[in-house]
């Protein structure tokens, strides 16, 4: 009962102390410069909203929104803070679809960047709403894009010129400083690298509130260090992106395999292609799980087929499937059809496991979207999601699957959400950029995407410990994507090498720790 009322005590005096510096931190925002005071919130609801995440696991309250018209309302905010004796922390929002509380500022100002995207007068001319591509030198386009844009409408926006950019996520609303804050990774990924690689500048506004311009050729240590520099270096108010020539339409095929080591040597091989000497290359490779339980997702295959599949599962326990898209235009119809025959004569999957869908270019790329139609009315979009993302090296990737897809995925009694499985390649990923990958030509991302109820979130984020604690145990060098719960030794651990450059880079650019505390970095 003794050790009961101390924990007690203990926690109502850090809520005391807590309370009391929210008080004393609600003050000294509401004496910024009167550009910034008009641009603060209180408003109950945005409150609320910068408290939360698409995780809906950690919730932390700001002091305050902050809703600006410009990017100097944002450099003013961040020097203000700069200027005081307990400076107050400032994080940049975009849609707050990171699962773990990333985009919140406990006591200080949340950045509601998707305001900035919506405001059409941008005084700086830098971020707002509109998209413009231009064209650098023949064949070479980009698009300048608000850092508060979603990924949605720069597509939109640039497949109304016949253009897109190359490198994706799979779901599209989210802004683009969200994504570059961490890499932005997807199918294409093999192919383009991740979205950090296909920026060509960006503006930034420093935790000291500098605004800098940015590229491989100017301040490129900033640049080198804000993409995929999980918020900590300064805030993306435009980014250069890189542009090609849109395609149409898309063929869009699922594979289904019973042997994981067969996936997995195919989808090697498919990201392997030689670009330069195999024209036929895929323009998107992923792959997942199909598991016994009864979240499983079949929507994809025609409903004639779901109860074979579903035998496949049973008998199986887990059944492979590879993704796998080929672009074109409208003009090239005749020719995809056998170049996809072509593609798959070299595979292994299941022959009788073949499924195909002919969909436009921007139907393929918004498919989460229309997954998450369907979810919302029925309330399984707002829910919890306990997720874990991860890199795997490929000479344990067989390890992996043996003693977490098969040990402990499959012991469960927890459904588990979609699982990602496929590869990448090293090469594509730019080792001087801040996002840590593991150190072999092809690495496995893995993504543990679940939907919880409430009272299942323990369960998971205990099932999420065995993993990590699987990789630990057996030697497995992964590095976690989208990071989170880290203590400062796996902070260091994560960015190994790289840890040195990473904290003298936020002591030059964010001294005072003011950018992005929620991803608890330096804020232990
Ligand atoms: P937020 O959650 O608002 O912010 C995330 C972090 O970035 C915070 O630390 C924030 O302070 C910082 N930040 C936000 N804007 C800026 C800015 N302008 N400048 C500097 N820092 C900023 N990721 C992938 O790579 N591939 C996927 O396929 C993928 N699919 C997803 C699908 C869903 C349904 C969801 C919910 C997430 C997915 N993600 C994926 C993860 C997603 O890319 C990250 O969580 C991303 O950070 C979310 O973007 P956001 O705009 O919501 O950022």
């Known amino acids: 009962a003794r050790s009961l009322i101390l924990m007690l005590l203990w926690l109502t005096s850090i809520l005391v102390v807590s309370e009391g510096q929210h008080g004393t931190l609600l003050s000294s925002v509401f004496q910024a410069p009167t550009q910034v005071a008009i641009r603060l919130s209180r408003d109950p609801v945005s409150l609320l909203e910068g408290s939360t995440d698409f ?70 001319g830098s971020g707002g709403i509109l998209v413009t591509e231009k064209t650098a030198a023949p064949g070479v386009h980009y698009v300048d894009v608000g850092g508060g844009q979603r990924w949605i409408d720069v597509l939109h926006e640039t497949m109304k010129r016949g253009l897109s950019p190359r490198s994706w996520t799979d779901y599209l609303y989210l802004t683009v400083g969200g994504t570059l804050s ?122 004639a087929d779901r109860p074979r599949i579903t035998s496949l599962v049973q008998q199986n326990g ?60 029925q309330g399984l979009w707002d829910l919890p999601h306990p997720w874990l993302n991860m890199f795997v090296p490929k000479s344990r990737i067989m390890d992996f699957h043996d003693g977490v897809f098969k040990g402990i995925l499959l012991n469960q009694t927890i459904p588990s959400g979609l699982v990602l499985v496929y590869p990448m390649n090293r090469n594509k990923w730019d080792d001087k950029m801040s996002a840590m990958i593991p150190d072999e030509d092809i690495f496995y991302v893995v993504s543990f995407l679940h939907t919880s109820t409430y009272d299942q979130v323990e369960a998971f984020k205990e099932q999420n410990q065995m993993v ?57």
């Open 182 to 303: 961490n890499a932005g990774i997807s199918g294409q990924t093999f192919r383009f690298g991740p979205q950090i690689q296909n920026v060509y500048e960006l503006d930034v506004v420093t935790g000291e509130g500098e605004e800098i311009t940015c590229s491989r050729e100017i301040n490129s240590d900033l640049f080198y260090a804000v993409l995929g520099g999980l918020g900590q270096f300064g805030i993306i108010i435009r980014a250069r992106i890189a542009l090609a020539p849109a395609p149409t339409r898309v063929k869009w095929l699922s594979l289904l395999y019973d042997d994981f080591s067969v996936l997995s040597a195919d989808q090697e091989k498919l990201i392997s292609m030689n670009e330069s000497v195999e024209t036929n290359m895929p323009n998107y490779v992923e792959g997942s799980l199909l598991l016994n339980q009864s979240s499983m997702d079949l929507s994809f295959y025609p409903e």
């Open 55 to 124: 995780g809906h696991i950690v919730h932390k309250n700001p002091v305050a929104i902050m809703n600006p018209a410009s990017t100097s309302d944002i450099s003013v905010l961040v020097k203000f803070s700069n200027s005081l004796p307990i400076p107050f922390s400032v994080a940049a929002r975009g849609e707050g679809h990171s699962v773990n509380g990333q985009s919140m500022a406990f006591g200080g100002v949340v950045v509601n960047m998707s305001s900035f995207r919506d405001s059409s007068t941008d005084n700086d």
């Open 318 to 377: 887990i059944v492979y499937v590879l993704e796998l898209a080929k672009y074109y235009t409208n003009d090239s119809h005749a020719r995809v059809e056998q170049e996809v025959e072509e593609l798959l004569s070299g595979l292994k999957f299941l022959s009788s496991f073949k499924f195909e869908k002919d969909v436009s270019y921007e139907e393929f790329l918004d498919r989460v979207h229309s997954v998450e139609l369907v979810l919302r009315p």
């Open 468 to 524: 990590l604690q699987f990789c630990e145990e057996a030697g497995i060098q992964i590095k976690k994507y989208l990071p989170q719960n880290l203590t400062r030794k796996q902070w260091m651990d994560h960015f190994g090498d790289k840890w040195k450059l990473f904290q003298q880079r936020k002591v030059q650019y964010d001294p005072k720790h003011i950018l992005s505390p929620g991803q608890a970095i330096f804020s232990h």
